[in-house]
């Protein structure tokens, strides 16, 4: 019989498990539309009662729990300040500038930014000048490896932000993997924005959906923008459960990820022509640059022997720790690797 493949694209690949497709058959459901549908009910408490927020929206992805922050707080031509390897501005479709029409006062650098960035970029408030409307940090960092926020460089952004009057978002696809790897619960992070979404979909293993926190001001206008792109669902807690059972039962799990990403970065780093930061591996993702082989062809050649991850750029490959990867299929995976390099 041939192995199972270990797959390290993404933490998205991740399939519901047998007792989180139990919970799903269960669950009870009514018309989200008309705000009676008792799962998603307590699916959004839950979200607020890990993130501290008054009132949370659940929406059916992570790009548009984006999309809807940036409607909410964005006026055509107003400035977001945000990172330059953000998601939004990569992996999202050009959606804020086509639909929310935001101007992006971008941050150079691949990865955190820092109080001083944003003080930097503020507008001044002349009549001709773009208005800054919005401050928007990711965390973890795709791009950067799956890097986080120290805790102090978040207090230190939100005094900035809140001495402007101007509102802070988290793009917190994966924020749990943040507060994993910082030891603390969500709402130390999610204490400092005035927003922030989070995914289900990712390493907390659910099928669908991501949870956009905030005021219930806040929300009320989330919720206009949700329909008007069609993102309101019907009896969507049969999707729901999946998260709230990922809520029940995958975060504590995440640090398993964490180890596991480390592992597979130690093992990735002793394979000449390949070279790996161990000190930037500190979530579930890692970085491999490729010396003497492109990322693409590497990338193939271990598919080919049931080991699949991302080439990011033509020298650079990603792996992705989740839910459905072992420490076993981790040293399968570098096994692969570092035989396909030989080769
Ligand atoms: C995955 C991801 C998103 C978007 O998620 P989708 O559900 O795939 O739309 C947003 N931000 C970050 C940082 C992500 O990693």
Redesign the pocket.
Known sequence: MPEAIVDLRSD?VTAPSSAMREAMARAPVGDDVYGEDPTIAALENKACELTGKAAALYVP????A?LIAQMVYVRRGDEVILGQDS?VLF?ESGSGAALAGCLYAVVPGSGLINAADVRARLQAGSFYAPRTALVWL?NTH?RAGGAFYPLGDLAAIAALTSQHGLPLHL?G??AFNAAAALGVPLLEIAQHFDSLSF?L??GLGAPVG?LLCGTAAFRNEALRFRKMLGGAMRQAGIVAAGGLYALQHNVARLADDHANARRLAEQLQGIPGLTVDLAATVTNLVLADVVHQGAKALADRCAHHGVRFAPVTPSRVRFVTHLDVSAADIDRAAAVVRQAMRD
Do not use: F, I, L, P
């Open positions: 998205t992805s992570g790009s548009m984006n998601h992996y990711e795709n793009d696809a994966r995914c979909s990712k991501t």
